[in-house]
């Protein structure tokens, strides 16, 4: 077997042509680890916000060699540590969060800690679960953050979006009255979640789940004395009009995520796949993400 693995990094963020393709050493799990070998990961904003300097502009990227790419997986355990849990052949998912490391989930495998890994349900195949575990994360965590709802009402902006559609539906589900905002070609997509849809919002929202990042327009729309839920990471708009001000801090969670998944697999969450490429046309998937209009994620293969 090799002793390195492909994997996908940033040299240059920003520049013209920032993606590259490099072998790394393979490492062994530890105690309570895997090495996954990787079946997909989905590409995300996130992954796009390391690729054009974002996070090295707001100061969570300090590193000056190449940065690692990729926060989703699923996939199947090769090599199992001590008190590892997950036999050899597990079908996983999670995600691997962080913006300062020099590897990440664009890669053929990865050694986590199982306590951030799910099985992957019976019914889902590892391209399509790939593309839960960030999403799904993030959008139970942005509901945490908002609380129960008590028939008050929630605007949640780019609801045809993965965070935004997996909210919906959650927010929904916590006693939210909800409208998804979303363009006009995706009203059919989002009331097909079960919620409300508009196309444009007027303000006076008890509450506001921004996952189309409108950040200052986005909190304009809420009542005073509402809430307003971000999902850039450092970068909250200041409070006004006594608006709570939260932002959303995705964190890896097997326990949670092998629900979601479930939840994903029964057809209660909505999952999209785009298309499945190959982890070589890394760049020109990420050329086509950063145009907009993409309805679903692109997974790599490796
Ligand atoms: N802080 C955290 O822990 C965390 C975790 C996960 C995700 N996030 C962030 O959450 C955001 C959403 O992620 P995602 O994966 O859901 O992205 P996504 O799938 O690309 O969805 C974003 C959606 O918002 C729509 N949109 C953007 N501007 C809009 C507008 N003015 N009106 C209506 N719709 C609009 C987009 O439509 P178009 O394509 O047509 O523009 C797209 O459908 C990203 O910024 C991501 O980085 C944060």
Known sequence: MSTTFRTAVVRDPGGPDPIEIIDVPRTEPGPGEVRVEIAGA????????????????????????HVGLGWDFAGTVAAAGPDAGFPVGSRVAGILPGFDRDFGTYAEQLVIPVDDLALVPEGLDLTTAAAVPLNALAAARLV????????????????????????????QERGWRVTGLARAGDEKFVRGLGVD?????????????????LQDRGIALVRDGGVFVGVLPNAAPPEERGVTVRVLDVRADGARLAELLDAAASGRLPVRVHAVVPLDEVAGVHRAVAEGGVRGKYVLRP
């Not at 989905?42 to 060699?65: C, K, M, Q, W, Y």
């Not at 849809?197 to 990042?213: I, K, L, N, S």
């Open 197 to 213: 849809f508009t196309q444009e919002a007027a303000p006076g929202w008890d509450a506001v789940a921004d996952a189309a990042t």
């Open 42 to 65: 989905a590409v995300n904003p996130v992954d796009l916000a390391v690729v054009s300097g974002f996070f090295h502009e707001i100061g969570l990227i300090e590193r000056t060699g």
């Open 144 to 171: 945490d953050l908002l609380g129960d709802g008590e028939g008050r009402s929630l605007l949640v902006t780019g609801a045809a979006g993965a965070v935004g559609a997996n909210a919906a539906v959650l927010a």
